[in-house]
């Protein structure tokens, strides 16, 4: 029960007033104390969540916080002193994060002083990124540029060379033929590579259109067999074709079947022998028409059937293959878009 306010003494209000302060700031201090806690849960949260590696050293290079990323990717532990190889790694790369190799991967590291500067005792907090990934796929586009300029560079040089000697009033009239059509043939191959990295830039773009009709896929794949029984006969090769007797109607792009089904066909015959086998099948299962296209061709190791799909991972112009290797990423690409999927096996 509190005094009526006539019968409080100076003294009683003096420490009225200082027991509310003392409650007052108390419950101050609680509401920072569990605004630091949350934030303290936020920062760990998000630390442990981080793809990137994160740890703290002090001045002495040991250890004193590592979210997981770090303790999975670098192996270190908090008390653990910094590897010596790691700190030459990041002293060597300094606040650039360049790219150097650590236990077989590529890690981009940044550093920054926890401090001022003039603090003898000041720790550094280390930022690593695993950049392994995003190196090979650099590596494979520069492949990829210095592929297709020699695939254009070739068949130009070739041209410019038969051009001149057609210039030649002396050149034989046989010859002049035979020039025309390698000039013709060269001509080809570049409407090719160019009609393939439009394809490639329209479909990831979300340009390349292809309107839906209720089709028959078997006319479909008979019109793509048609296209490539040429190259097949020139090979001496035979084209197997095994389809159902009744109709398969499917709402699809007949002609984003059709490029596809001639990608894998003209595959099977540039890489199986003279004299062998190709063979496309199709068939109807649980609402789904499953088209299947084999060759008895060279094979493939698992390496190359990880990256069939994947841009840039062309084949080098010594192999002696014509084309840019996008035929399988196009096909992809367009069976994405049509809510078809594609499997390989060798």
Not at 20 to 46: M, W
Not at 172 to 195: C, D, F, N
Request: some cysteine; aromatic content about 4%; charged content about 20%.
């Amino acid at each position: 029960v509190l005094p009526s306010e006539q019968g409080i003494t100076p003294r009683q209000r003096h420490m009225t007033a200082f027991l509310a302060r003392s409650l007052g700031s108390s419950l101050e201090g609680r509401r920072l104390l569990a605004d630091l806690r949350r934030e303290r849960d936020l920062t760990l949260n998000v630390l442990n969540n981080l793809n990137e590696g994160v740890f703290v050293a002090d001045q002495a290079g040991t250890i004193t916080l590592a979210n997981p990323a770090a303790e999975e990717l670098i192996e270190v532990r908090p008390g653990q002193r910094l590897p010596d190889q790691l700190r030459a790694i990041v002293a060597a790369a300094g606040h650039g994060g360049e790219p150097a190799p650590w236990k077989g991967r590529h890690l981009a590291i940044r550093q920054a002083l926890l401090g001022d500067a003039q603090d003898a005792g000041a720790g550094v907090i280390y930022v690593a990124r695993d950049v392994t990934t995003d190196l090979a796929a650099q590596q494979r586009q520069s492949d990829f540029v210095a592929f297709v300029a020699h695939e254009l560079r070739t068949p130009l040089t070739t041209m410019r060379t038969l051009t001149s000697l057609l210039a030649n009033q002396d050149t034989p009239a046989v010859k002049r033929a035979e020039y025309l059509g390698v000039i013709a043939s060269q001509i080809e191959r570049q409407t090719k590579l160019v009609r393939a990295l439009l394809d490639l830039s329209r479909l990831e773009a979300g340009h390349y259109e292809m309107p839906l009709d209720l089709i028959d896929v078997r006319d479909v794949v008979r019109e793509a067999v048609a296209v490539c029984q040429p190259l097949a006969l020139a090979k001496e090769q035979e084209i197997q074709v095994s389809l159902p007797s009744s109709e398969i109607l499917a709402q699809t792009s007949a002609d984003g079947l059709q490029q596809v089904l001639i990608n894998l066909l003209s595959n099977a015959v540039k890489f199986t022998d003279p004299g062998g086998e190709i063979g496309i099948a199709c068939a109807v299962a649980a609402g789904h028409c499953r088209i299947r296209v084999w060759d008895r061709g060279i094979g493939m190791t698992p390496q190359e059937q990880q990256m069939l799909f994947v841009k840039y991972a062309s084949h080098s112009p010594q192999d002696g293959r014509e084309g840019i290797g996008l035929g399988l990423v196009i096909s992809k690409l367009i069976l994405d878009q049509l809510g078809a999927g594609i499997q390989v096996h060798s």
